[in-house]
């Protein structure tokens, strides 16, 4: 360990100055809240404290309280900081390793948001086809229900991580989700591109996309001024196709349904649980079994036997 009578407080402030650039403000807002809460909560705050007793003492509070899911947030906030400073080499374990890192998460009981049934699928499209911004709105709907990425990833794809097949290749394209917009700890992903999605995205590009007036590395999905889409204008995009959709009968719209529905088509496709477990970007595949569940019987039974190979000689 490092500097372990060092104060808590300026480690917090390091890490939030760094943090602010790659999280979502409302993730921000929840690790200051915690983090200052934690400090708070000693006389003399010290990075010593930042270990696994005191830490799951005050996490616990909440979650004897009932409160789980400030449980679970506040251990990501925790962990996430621990993690930064061993990176930084500021305090960690024996061998580098972050002093937090064998805390395990509260779990959280989730409530899955159902796929999108066929009609629903058809229905969002349909509607998308009325509205202003109808190429970008198909392409980003197209692009989740092909590949699965969570919204902020789709929001901060930029143009070069899109590989978009030329016309008449079978190679269908690829995109990759950087590092640095996922949330995951698995990392950059590349992901094959449905050649429906690559159709729409072209389309996009080509037919509605304004001129990028930015600087850096130029986003795929441009706002009419030519920027990319901060966080509030992405989700007040959605939010105006919330209510289009409620309008016509299509409840309960969000983007992350797209995630669940490419999950469930992917396994009714055959796709195998480790390469659906590496698109989607998850540690395990315990987060895709929360996400679909135990597989029925009946989709099970879609699965040629063990012996077919040898029957068929």
Known sequence: MRRENAPLADAVAEYLSEAQLRLKPSTLRTYISYLNRYVASFTKAELRHLTPVPVKAFVGHYAKNGQVHAAHNATIAFKALSTYLAKEGIFYAPGGVPTLAGVDLPVVPKRSRPAYTLEEVLGIEKVIATLESPRLLSAVHLLQLATGIRANETRLLRLRDVTLPS?????????????????????????????????????????????????????????????????????????????ALEDRGIKGYKQHRNRNTWTRDALEAGVPETAIVQMGGWGSVDMLRRYHGRLTTQELARYPTTLSKYAQR
Do not use: C
């Open 167 to 243: 016309q008449g290749n079978e190679y269908k394209g690829h995109i990759i989700v950087r590092e640095d917009t996922t949330k995951t700890a698995a990392g950059a992903r590349e992901i094959p591109l449905d050649q429906h999605a690559a159709k729409a995205i072209r389309r996009y590009v080509h037919d509605e996309r304004p001129a990028f007036v930015g600087e850096g590395a130029e986003p795929l999905f441009l706002s009419r001024s030519g920027l990319g889409f901060g966080e509030s204008a992405w989700h007040a995009m959605h939010q105006r196709l919330r209510k």
